[in-house]
């Protein structure tokens, strides 16, 4: 019997390479929870995932609703859930403008956060039941939440501050958590600090008494992925460059796919509370340690107040 996987934003980059790896190890069955089913499955083809080791079932992250429908459909399948990869996220660095979920909230923070949050919340029940031996959910982190390291040093920095948008409900005219004005690369920054407080805050609910482990990673600078589909063209050529030979931080799609697998399935990553990272400089056959956070992402009351707005803002609470 397959131990199953959920994985959001399969349809590609480093959740596609991910969902790969995790079925050609012939011990998991891989759900790709995507919003783009033919896209999926297209991808899927492309990459040679096994046909009868993944189901694609729709998924948007932007929707509430959408979120709720996917752990109803999740559950009509009948199979356990015994790992979660939260990896899907939008990064539109060049926008001037805020665009909006279908739930009236800041895209950016609402996909990458809220949405999250929500699949976390109800699929913890799902986890609760798995009958493996390592129950585990993990989230994509990213090295530019973290002040503390070069590559997170660059401006804007992300500042969640008193969570002010949080706490005036973060509809319109309010985008940011922090209740500032509008800047869409530290939107992302922001909402990727909140995906680290809410494993550390899942860890410190829920580790104790459900034996999940929870943890995230950095899975190095993977520099070819769509997620810079929203830059300037020229950044898009270059930036892959300048990481393989400047910083040394590139790293292909297959190896952060196949790191992000590690994390779910080998036995050495059974920690709950953890940040792996691979460091920044990528080297042969490096390995991983567990790679501290930022303050703010180490800040358990914020943790804790950035969880109790969350439930609200997604109708948990
Ligand atoms: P990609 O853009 O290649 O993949 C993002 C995935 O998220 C796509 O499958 C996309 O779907 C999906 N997605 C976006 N919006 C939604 C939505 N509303 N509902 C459901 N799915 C959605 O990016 P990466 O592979 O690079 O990023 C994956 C993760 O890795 C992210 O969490 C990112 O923060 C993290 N990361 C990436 C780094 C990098 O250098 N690339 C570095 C550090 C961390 P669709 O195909 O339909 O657009």
């Not at 460059?241 to 190896?255: H, R, W």
């Not at 790679?291 to 992402?297: F, L, M, Y």
Request: glycine share 8%; net charge neutral.
């Amino acid at each position: 019997q397959k131990s199953t996987v959920v994985i959001t934003g399969a349809s590609s980059g480093v959740g596609l390479q991910a969902a790969k790896a995790l079925a050609q190890t012939g011990q998991w069955h891989v759900v790709m929870a995507c919003r783009d089913l033919a896209k999926t499955e297209q991808a899927a083809q492309t990459v040679g995932i096994p046909q009868d080791s993944y189901t694609i079932i729709h998924l948007d992250l932007a929707s509430l609703d959408s979120v709720r429908q996917f752990v109803q459909d999740f559950r009509s399948t009948g199979k356990s859930l015994d790992a979660l990869v939260c990896n899907a996220a939008i990064y539109m660095p060049l926008i001037k403008e805020p665009l909006w979920s279908v739930d009236g909230y800041e895209l950016s923070v609402a996909t990458n956060h809220l949405g999250h949050f929500l699949l976390c919340n109800l699929m913890l029940e799902d986890l609760k039941k798995s009958s493996a031996s390592e129950p585990r959910l993990v989230i994509l982190g990213t090295v530019t939440h973290n002040p503390k390291e070069l590559g997170g040093k660059i401006p804007p920095r992300p500042d969640l501050g008193n969570l002010q948008g949080f706490e005036a409900g973060f509809k319109a005219p309010h985008t940011m958590i922090d209740g500032k004005k509008f800047e869409p690369v530290k939107a992302y920054k922001d909402s990727k600090v909140c995906n680290v407080l809410t494993m550390k805050e899942l860890h410190r609910r829920y580790h104790e008494s459900t034996g999940i482990t929870f943890s995230s990673l950095y899975p190095g600078c993977v520099a070819t992925t769509a997620l810079f589909r929203d830059h300037y063209p020229l950044f898009q050529k270059l930036f892959p460059l300048f990481q393989k030979y400047i910083t040394g931080g590139y790293v292909s799609e297959e190896d952060a796919g196949k790191r992000v697998a590690e994390v779910v399935a080998d036995p050495a990553y059974n920690e709950s509370g953890m940040y792996w990272s691979w460091g920044n400089r990528q080297k042969k056959d490096r390995k991983s340690f567990v790679q501290e956070v930022s303050n703010e992402a180490s800040d358990d009351d914020k943790a804790k107040r950035l969880w109790e707005l969350s439930a609200k803002l997604v109708g948990l609470a």
